[in-house]
């Protein structure tokens, strides 16, 4: 088992942990899961389990601009989702969230709100951030309320910048300030 022995950023009902190739299978799933994409910005692809397994392998290898973590359950340990990190540049101290639930009987249960919350934490506490940036569709007004609930307000508008379902989508840009978070955690 991956927690065996492993430190974990915990509070509430989930943890994060380093995202691990024993995570390969459910998110070689949760990759080809159509449905899934219909709300997140990026353009639905049939990947391969080989394809998979290397961008598993890359993500799970250690990286300067990247943090790529697990979300699991405490109760069960249970893998539901990732949350990441990315683009982190040093010297303007800013990074870009991605979070997903990808088992979709836990989607709508707060698990995302928890996840993004123990993410800013390790963000800002741990690694000296100052401002989280992320990119949701303007048609995602579920997500919109979840980051607004974090702290995230609008910073700008990408006109027509993602392709959905046969027609350009406006795409939001979020952001938070290290001097804006609440910090309730860590």
């Known amino acids: 088992m991956v927690t065996d022995h492993v430190e974990h950023i915990k509070n509430g009902r989930i943890y994060l942990r380093a995202l691990d190739i024993s995570d390969l299978e459910r998110v070689y799933v949760w990759h080809n899961d159509q449905s899934l994409y219909e709300h997140l910005g990026g353009v639905f692809r049939w990947v391969s389990r080989t394809a998979e397994e290397a961008w598993v392998r890359q993500r799970c290898a250690y990286s300067a601009t990247e943090v790529n973590l697990a979300i699991c359950l405490v109760d069960t340990d249970e893998h539901i989702g990732n949350v990441y990190l990315r683009n982190i540049d040093w010297v303007g101290r800013h990074a870009e969230l991605h979070i997903l639930i990808g088992s979709a009987a ?10 993004i919350e ?3 934490a390790h963000a800002f506490n741990d690694l000296g951030l100052e401002r989280i940036y992320l990119f949701v569709l303007a048609s995602n007004e579920t997500a919109q309320r979840l980051y607004r609930k974090c702290g995230f307000i609008e910073e700008g508008r990408l006109r027509k910048h993602a392709y959905k379902q046969g027609e350009f989508i406006d795409v939001i840009v979020m952001g938070l300030l290290k001097s804006e978070w609440k910090g309730r955690i860590g």
């Open 106 to 115: 836990q989607r709508g249960k707060g698990y995302g709100k928890e996840a």
């Open 118 to 120: 123990l993410a800013l």
